[in-house]
């Protein structure tokens, strides 16, 4: 396994002296090196966030350890081990990307993560360009301030300069937060394809129900700083599950559900587009 939770907990600290929010309560799971596209879903504050954090580092477990390759996090500070061996090899777009961006032109942006993790000043170049393009950031936006673009280029921005130095696994926080619908698509359409054709691990937060079930093999749901439901997507919205975890179902399946009730049917939930699902309502009408 390339990520293992064991018992992990995790509290911060509250505004009073020992006063804190506990935010992980008791984790335990585990994320494959290679070829998994988890969704990590639940209500605000749910911990989310929190959970994603300590899969590359970025927050150390209050209680409990979390094993990354060959490194184990454990509460203490001073005992973890060097950490940009981690970074290189899990790249994490944050949820607010303002907070990751701090070079002078976005370019120079894009090029930090594979500078820094050496690879030489062309090279760097070259590979920030490709993901720029790959996401389609125009070359006008390459020599403007990062702090001068909107809160969607800003996103798109953030997510290119992880993809440029090709980490194994990708964890993404809201990723599509702040996109207009069709970037949105194309950028899940982006970490569809890392997934399928490098067989890359994807961890991706998101409250879009409608893009867990077109693209997550997996999901986790959390509801109060606890792994509720740890599962397929099909699973998940077929039982109650989801309703607990404060979770909408995806627009197809309330179609399913409506064709259902209204035609006297009896269509599964094992449709994943519109096309499919016309398709298996000709079979079953004519
Ligand atoms: N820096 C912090 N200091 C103190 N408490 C925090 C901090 N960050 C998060 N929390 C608390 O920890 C809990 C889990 O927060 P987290 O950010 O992980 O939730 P989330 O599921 O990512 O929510 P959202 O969907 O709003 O992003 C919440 O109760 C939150 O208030
Ligand atoms: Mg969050």
């Known amino acids: 396994m390339a990520i293992s939770f064991r018992e992990v907990e995790h509290n911060y600290a509250g505004l009073r002296k020992n006063d804190y929010v506990a935010a992980l309560h008791n984790i335990n799971l585990d994320i494959a090196a290679q070829d998994e596209f988890v969704a990590v879903v639940g209500q605000t504050g749910s911990g989310k966030s929190t959970l994603v954090s300590h899969m590359n580092a970025l927050l150390l477990p209050t209680k409990g350890s979390v094993h990354i390759f060959d490194y184990v996090i454990t509460p203490k500070k001073r005992k973890n081990p060097k950490l940009k061996p981690i970074r290189k090899r899990i790249g994490f777009v944050f949820q607010f990307p303002e907070y990751q961006l701090f070079e002078e032109t976005v370019l120079k942006d894009i090029m930090f993560g594979p500078l820094n993790f050496g690879y030489k000043e062309e090279e760097a170049k070259q590979r920030a360009l490709q993901a720029a393009k790959m996401l389609g950031i125009g ?148």
């Open 139 to 286: 070359a006008d936006l390459l020599e403007k301030s990062p702090f001068n673009l909107s809160g969607g280029q800003m996103r798109k921005v953030a997510i290119a300069g992880i993809l440029a130095y090709n980490p194994d696994i990708l964890l993404l926080d809201e990723p599509t937060r702040g996109l207009d619908p069709k970037t949105a698509l194309e950028v899940m359409e982006i970490f569809n394809r890392v997934n399928k054709e490098y067989k890359k691990t994807i961890v991706v937060i998101t409250h879009d129900m409608n893009l867990v079930y077109k693209y997550a093999t997996r999901v986790i749901g959390m509801k109060d700083g606890m792994v509720k439901f740890d599962g397929k997507p099909i699973d998940l919205f077929s039982s109650n599950i989801y309703k607990e975890c404060h979770l909408t179902k995806p627009d197809l399946l309330c179609l399913i559900d409506y064709l259902n009730e209204k035609m006297n049917l009896n269509l599964g939930y094992d449709i994943y587009s519109e096309e499919e699902l016309l398709k298996r309502l000709k079979e079953v009408i004519l």
